[in-house]
Structures are given as C-alpha cells and as structure tokens.
C-alpha cells in the first residue's frame, strides 16, 4: 500500500525544487511580440504559420517549448469598455467561436488576457488569433472582433523549464490579480 504521507511530501519536495530553481535562475527567457489585429486575414483555411506576413512570428513562436506563460497587451487607443463591447456583439453571433469570460469588475486596464500552456504555445496563439477550426476550443478569436478596431497588441511570452509546468497555475493566478486583464477566469 502507498503511504500517502510521504507521496505528498515527495510531490511537494518535486514542487518545491523547480521553485527554488526559478528563485535561483528565474525563467528561461521572455519574448516579445508585436500584433496588428488590423492586418489579420482569413486563414481558417490557409496555414497562417506558412503565409509570408507571419512564417518568422510562428517560427519564433515555435522555439517557446513547455511551459509559458504569456498575456496580451493592448498598444493601441482603444478602451476597454469598446473592448467589451465587441467582444459581446461577436459572441451574440450564431456559430461565433468561444471566447474566455469577461470580469464582472473589468477597470479600464491595457491587459487583454493573461494565460498559460504547458505545451504547444504555438497552437494557443492560432486559437487565440481565431483560426482553429473548434468552434468550442477557448480563445480570444481576434480576427473575429479586434480587427475592425485597429486594435494593436504586445504579446509577452515567459517561457520556464518543463519541470515547472505544475506551477503555471499559480504564476497565472497570481500574474492576473496583479495585471487585472479585461477577460479570462483564474481561480
């Protein structure tokens, strides 16, 4: 039979080594991307990573393995409340794809979304851009409603060792309160 006493204390040494190695050399490393919304063109049936506009953005998206965490910022003059107010008349829409819950209390913030992968950040950013075919799968959906709004982001991207992927969470959790982004749930 386990002993669970010492399971929980061999996963909390496991927890608490990657933790100490962020405190000791922090992340991996962190890049910067640079979005217009504006420029983006129907590739729900193109391959964006193989259009010419963003084969170098996906490319550099690519080498950002395991762990990231990443948020949206906006850089253009845009409001929040005209954020809102786009996001909501796109997901009134029949057959509009899904996208992350609004704060009931969003303030007038320059954070879009706060967000994290394990794995395959390249795929969050497509869905996140709107061009995954699952109508279902969770994203911002850009092209759907950002575009008309000149709506220019900055997207940062933290990448961490694999062995922290069990910390994502927390670091999404606690990045959010501290950031406030306009939609997204973290508990």
Same mark, same amino acid.
């Not at 040494?13 to 991307?33: A, P, R, T």
């Not at 996208?99 to 992968?117: C, D, R």
């Not at 851009?129 to 279902?136: D, E, I, T």
């Given at each position: 039979?386990? +002993?669970? @006493? =010492? !399971?929980?204390?061999?996963?909390?040494?496991?927890?608490?080594?990657?933790?100490?190695?962020?405190?000791? =050399?922090?992340?991996?490393?962190?890049?910067?991307? #640079? /979005?217009?919304?504006?420029?983006?063109?129907?590739?729900?049936?193109?391959?964006?990573?193989?259009? @010419?506009?963003?084969?170098?953005?996906?490319?550099?998206?690519?080498?950002?393995?395991?762990?990231?965490?990443?948020?949206?910022?906006?850089?253009? @003059?845009?409001?929040?409340?005209?954020?809102?107010?786009? /996001?909501?008349?796109?997901?009134?829409?029949? +057959?509009?794809? +899904?996208?992350?819950? /609004? %704060?009931?209390?969003?303030?007038?913030?320059?954070?879009?979304?706060?967000?994290?992968?394990? %794995? +395959?950040?390249?795929?969050?950013?497509?869905? #996140?851009?709107?061009?995954?075919?699952?109508?279902? !799968?969770?994203?911002?959906?850009?092209?759907?409603?950002?575009?008309?709004?000149?709506?220019?982001?900055?997207? !940062? $991207?933290?990448?961490?060792?694999? @062995? $922290?992927?069990?910390?994502?969470?927390?670091?999404?959790?606690?990045?959010?309160? /501290?950031?406030?982004?306009?939609?997204? %749930? #973290?508990?």
């Amino acid at each position: 039979m386990i +002993n669970i @006493d =010492d !399971t929980i204390k061999d996963i909390a040494n496991q927890e608490l080594s990657s933790l100490l190695k962020i405190v000791k =050399d922090g992340f991996n490393q962190k890049k910067v991307f #640079h /979005i217009n919304c504006t420029e983006f063109i129907d590739y729900n049936y193109k391959d964006i990573r193989k259009s @010419d506009k963003y084969r170098e953005l996906f490319s550099d998206l690519e080498r950002l393995s395991g762990s990231v965490l990443y948020y949206f910022e906006i850089t253009s @003059d845009c409001s929040s409340k005209v954020i809102v107010q786009s /996001i909501k008349r796109y997901s009134s829409l029949p +057959n509009s794809k +899904n996208i992350p819950a /609004i %704060k009931k209390n969003y303030s007038n913030t320059n954070i879009l979304y706060v967000g994290k992968v394990k %794995k +395959n950040f390249l795929g969050r950013v497509i869905q #996140h851009f709107g061009f995954y075919k699952v109508n279902g !799968t969770q994203g911002l959906q850009l092209y759907y409603w950002a575009k008309d709004l000149n709506l220019k982001l900055k997207l !940062t $991207a933290i990448q961490f060792e694999k @062995d $922290a992927e069990n910390l994502m969470p927390i670091f999404e959790k606690k990045i959010a309160d /501290i950031l406030k982004p306009i939609i997204g %749930k #973290h508990k």
